[in-house]
């Protein structure tokens, strides 16, 4: 089974604090990504990576960073956290998508932040 | 947007089957479906996909017409377990890098 895991399963920072969320999966996925999920508001991309030191933003990069410096690890990074971030951080991963391989996302656990 | 309709809500019985509708009356021709499960507090699990034929694997079994407009997700015997938001998702095979979008899903409850 594919495991991807996150570090923490709750979080809860200060207003200004920077944030490191970490990603780990253990199934030598190419493709890395964070969402968060928000009532109402579904899952919305943030970033992916398709291979080491490559990202791309997603639809909502505004206030995020990212670093990927191994092919297993991702981090997800809120430079300067404000009350708006507080949400649910799921991180995915899914194989590359030549060769004909399936692109099925898995998800970890997922972190609930709270920025006070 | 999403581009499924699911039901916002279903009861089921455990032991019994559970069917899950969804309506994708725009999907294009290249276009899969995907179903995901949230089981509270914890990420998406994917479940199947499929793109015409009916497919069926250990978790569940995927039916969709002929005409793809529509697709019914069968979990053949509900467990309390199964309780979770089920949602249909329709994408390109490989397009996009990522951007899964989620709809309301459809909440399943799984009663003794």
């Known amino acids: 089974d594919v495991k991807v895991t996150q570090s923490s399963r709750y979080l809860v920072k200060r207003t200004g604090e920077k944030v490191f969320l970490e990603c780990v999966q253990d199934?030598?996925?190419?493709?890395m990504f964070w969402y968060r999920q928000d009532p109402g508001l579904g899952l919305r991309l943030i970033y992916f990576?398709?291979?080491?030191?490559?990202?791309e933003k997603g639809d909502i990069p505004e206030g995020y960073s990212v670093s990927r410096e191994k092919k297993e690890r991702f981090s997800l990074i809120l430079e300067s956290a404000s009350t708006n971030q507080t949400s649910m951080y799921l991180c995915?991963?899914?194989?590359?998508?030549?060769?004909?391989?399936?692109?099925?996302?898995?998800f970890g656990p997922g972190t609930r932040l709270t920025v006070l | 947007d999403a581009k499924t309709t699911q039901p916002p809500s279903m009861d089921c019985a455990e032991g019994r089957a559970a069917n899950l509708p969804c309506n994708h009356s725009?999907?294009?021709?290249?276009?899969?479906v995907y179903w995901y499960r949230q089981i509270h507090s914890q990420g998406p699990q994917y479940i199947i996909h499929?793109?015409?034929n009916n497919e069926t694997n250990e978790m569940a079994s995927l039916i969709i017409t002929e005409d793809r407009k529509s697709s019914t997700l069968i979990l053949p015997h509900a467990t309390l377990r199964d309780t979770a938001v089920y949602y249909c998702?329709?994408?390109?095979?490989?397009?996009?890098?990522?951007?899964?979008?989620f709809g309301k899903g459809t909440k399943l409850s799984v009663k003794p």
């Open positions: 998702i329709v994408r390109i095979y490989g397009g996009s890098q990522g951007n899964l979008i």
């Open positions: 990576s398709y291979d080491v030191k490559m990202k």
């Open positions: 995915a991963s899914t194989l590359a998508l030549d060769g004909g391989a399936v692109d099925t996302q898995y």
């Open positions: 499929g793109l015409k």
């Open positions: 725009t999907i294009s021709g290249n276009e899969y």
């Open positions: 199934m030598d996925h190419e493709n």
